[in-house]
C-alpha cells in the first residue's frame, strides 16, 4: 500500500520516527501488546545505509539486555552484531601506550553486550516492523502534532514520496515522539531544559577498517599485550582520557571504526576541534599516538555537538503523549547510558498505554514516570561530568569507575532485569529500610573523591597501578553475577538490595582506607583496628578525625576489609616512591 492509503487513517500508537528509540517501542509494543494498531511515521526511504551519523554504538548490560531479552533480539544481535569486551579505559597521556595505566577487561565477560552498528540494526529493524504487522509509512515528515484531550491526537505530515509532496495526516489514541535532536514535542510545547550538568561538546567521525589500540604498542611487548590476549583490546569500547576530555574507539561490524573526541568546554573549548583539520590536530597535541595513527586517513563522516547534553520539564503526559530517545533527553555518553534510558522510558510508555487500554489511565503514575526518568537522566549527567575532573588522575578515576560500576549493577539492573520499573510490589521490596539509601551514599563517595584528588594535588599520591581487570576483582565479579539476574521472590529481590546497599557502604570503608595511605601513609596505622566508621563524617585530614565524630558510627558496622584487600592488591607505588624504598633499603 502507498503512504496516502492510510491518510486519515485512526491508530491506536503512532510513532513519530524510526531511529532506534522509536523501533524498540513499536517492537516492544508489539511483542507486550500484540492486539494494538501501531503506524510509525519516518521521513528517510530505502535503501538505510549501514554506517550513519549517529551516536549511542556502545551499549552496557543494562542496554544489552533491553536489546536482547525484552525485544528478543538476542540470537540476531549474535549474527549481525560484535560482541564487544566491556568499558576500557587509558590514563594518564604523558607516556605511551604501553605505559599508561589501564583499566577493562581481559576475556569476554559471561553476560554480552554489544557494540551496535546502528545502520544494520535500524535497517533490520525496519524490516521486523513490517514483518510484524506494524504499519510503516516511509518518507514522511511530520510536521506538528495538533493534542487532544479526548484520545484523538492529529498527526500531520508531508508525504515526500508523493511527487512533490503532498500533506497527510493519521489520528491516534497515544503518540510517542520518537524524531531523536529534533525535538518534535519538546520544541512545540516548550519544555525543553538546560543539562543539569557542565557544558560538554563532541565531535565524532568513522574510519574505514580497523583502528586498534594493540597497534600502537610494539608487539615486542608481550607482558602488555598478554594482559588481553588475542588483540582483544579492539573489542572494547576504549576510552583514551586525560584531564577533562576522552576519546572513544569504537569498532563496527560493518568493518568501520567510531572514534569520537568529548570535552568539557571550561578546559578544552570547543572550537579547537571542531573541523575535520582541527580533531586530527588536537589528537596529536594530546593523544599523540593516535593522532599518529589515524593522520592521512580517509574520513567517511564528521558530525559534531556542541554543550550535547539537555533535560526536560516533562516527558510523559497525561493527555497520552510521550518523548522517548533523544527526543526527550540526552545523557552524558561516556558511561553509554542512551540504549539504557531507551529501555526505562519505552518501558514504561508501554505500561502507561497497557493502563489505559485496560480503563486504568493513572496520570499521577504518569507524572512519577515522568519526574523519575528526568531526574535519573539529570543525576547521570551531574555525576558524569562532575567526574571529567578526575579524568586526569588514574587512581581517583579507577575508583571511581568501580564505585559506578558496582552502582549500576546494584541499582538499575536489578530494576530492569526484574521488571521492577512498573510494578509497585517490586519498586515497594526495592526500599531500603534500616540501610543508607544509595544516592546518600554517592553524595559522600564524590565528597571523598573530590578531597582526594585536592590532597593528591597537595601532597601527591603514593598509589597507581598497571592493568585491572575489573572482573579478576572476586567481590566484584559475584556481585554483577547476582544482579544481572532475575530473582525467584519478592523477599529474595529484597535481600539482594539490601545487600547491594550494605555493599556500597562496605566499599566506600575500603576506598577511604585506600585513600588514606595514598595521600597520609603515616597516619594508616591509626585505622587498623576501626571496625566501622560514620561515612557522613569520613575526611582526609587526619586532625579532624576524632572532633568530626568519624569514629561515631550509625550504621551497623559489617565486614569491609575483604573490599579493601583486594582493591589494594591491584595497586602498586609510583615510581618515585619505589625509589624512595629502594634507596632507604640500600642505606
Not at 35 to 46: C, H
Request: charged share 25%.
Amino acid at each position: 500500500m502507498k503512504n496516502s492509503d492510510y491518510n486519515n487513517s485512526h491508530f491506536d500508537v503512532v510513532v513519530c520516527g524510526a531511529g532506534l528509540a522509536g523501533l524498540s517501542l513499536a517492537r516492544q509494543l508489539r511483542l507486550e501488546q500484540p492486539e494494538r494498531l501501531i503506524a510509525i511515521l519516518d521521513p528517510l526511504t530505502p535503501p538505510i545505509p549501514d554506517a550513519i551519523w549517529k551516536v549511542g554504538e556502545s551499549t552496557v548490560e543494562f542496554g544489552s539486555h533491553y536489546l536482547a531479552g525484552y525485544l528478543q533480539l538476542e540470537d540476531y544481535l549474535k549474527e549481525t552484531q560484535l560482541k564487544k569486551l566491556g568499558l576500557r579505559f587509558f590514563y594518564s597521556n604523558n607516556g605511551s601506550m604501553a605505559s599508561r595505566p589501564e583499566f577493562g577487561l581481559s576475556d569476554f565477560a559471561q553476560f554480552p553486550t554489544y557494540q551496535i552498528d546502528r545502520g544494520i540494526l535500524e535497517r533490520d529493524m525496519r524490516d521486523m516492523a513490517r514483518a510484524d504487522g506494524t504499519v510503516f509509512l516511509e518518507g514522511c515528515q511530520v510536521r506538528k502534532v495538533e493534542l487532544s484531550d479526548d484520545g484523538a491526537h492529529r498527526i500531520i505530515f508531508t508525504d515526500t514520496t508523493a511527487g512533490a509532496g503532498a500533506d497527510g495526516a493519521l489520528t491516534a489514541r497515544w503518540v510517542v515522539d520518537a524524531t531523536g535532536r529534533r525535538q518534535l514535542l519538546q520544541r512545540q510545547l516548550h519544555l525543553k531544559q538546560p543539562s543539569e550538568g557542565k557544558a560538554c561538546s563532541s565531535v565524532w567521525f568513522r574510519i574505514p577498517g580497523r583502528v586498534d589500540v594493540d597497534d600502537m604498542v610494539s608487539p615486542e611487548n608481550r607482558e602488555w599485550h598478554d594482559r588481553v590476549p588475542e588483540s582483544r583490546r579492539y573489542f572494547s569500547t576504549n576510552h583514551l582520557c586525560g584531564a577533562g576530555y576522552w576519546v572513544w574507539i569504537i569498532p563496527l561490524s560493518s568493518n568501520v571504526t567510531s572514534v569520537g573526541i568529548v570535552a568539557r568546554d571550561d578546559i578544552h573549548p570547543f572550537d579547537a576541534y571542531n573541523t575535520r583539520e582541527k580533531a586530527i590536530e588536537w589528537l596529536k597535541g594530546y593523544e599523540t599516538e593516535l593522532g599518529a595513527y589515524l593522520e592521512g586517513q580517509e574520513m567517511l563522516d564528521f558530525k559534531f555537538m556542541k554543550e550535547y547534553s539537555y533535560s526536560s520539564a516533562k516527558i510523559f503526559s497525561g493527555e497520552r503523549w510521550a518523548c522517548v530517545g533523544e527526543a526527550a533527553l540526552f545523557a552524558d555518553p561516556f558511561y553509554s547510558p542512551g540504549t539504557d534510558l531507551i529501555a526505562i522510558a519505552n518501558t514504561m510508555t508501554i505500561d502507561m498505554i497497557r493502563r489505559d487500554f485496560d480503563g486504568k489511565h493513572d496520570a499521577e503514575r504518569i507524572r512519577y514516570y515522568s519526574d523519575y526518568l528526568i531526574e535519573l537522566n539529570d543525576e547521570l549527567t551531574r555525576s558524569i561530568q562532575h567526574g571529567y575532573d578526575y579524568l586526569g588522575d588514574e587512581t581517583i578515576s579507577l575508583m571511581r569507575g568501580l564505585w559506578d560500576y558496582s552502582a549500576a549493577w546494584g541499582h538499575l539492573c536489578p530494576l530492569l532485569f526484574n521488571r521492577a520499573f512498573t510494578d509497585e510490589q517490586k519498586q515497594q521490596a526495592m526500599q531500603p529500610r534500616g540501610v543508607l539509601p544509595l544516592f546518600v551514599i554517592a553524595v559522600f563517595m564524590r565528597r571523598l573523591l573530590d578531597e582526594w584528588l585536592q590532597h593528591r594535588r597537595k601532597y601527591g599520591g603514593r598509589l597507581t597501578y598497571d592493568y585491572v581487570n575489573y572482573l579478576g576483582i572476586e567481590w566484584l565479579a559475584e556481585h554483577r553475577r547476582l544482579n544481572l539476574q532475575e530473582q525467584e521472590s519478592l523477599e529474595a529481590l529484597a535481600a539482594r538490595y539490601r545487600s547491594n546497599l550494605e555493599l556500597h557502604e562496605e566499599l566506600l570503608h575500603a576506598v577511604f582506607l585506600i585513600a588514606v595511605e595514598d595521600v597520609h601513609p603515616e597516619h594508616l596505622d591509626r585505622l587498623k583496628d576501626v571496625e566501622w566508621m560514620n561515612v557522613q563524617k569520613l575526611t582526609l585530614d587526619p586532625s579532624k578525625w576524632e572532633s568530626s565524630g568519624m569514629f561515631k558510627p550509625r550504621t551497623k558496622p559489617r565486614p569491609f576489609r575483604r573490599l579493601y584487600t583486594e582493591l589494594r592488591s591491584w595497586l602498586k607505588p609510583r615510581e618515585t616512591e619505589l625509589q624512595i624504598e629502594r634507596e632507604a633499603h640500600a642505606v
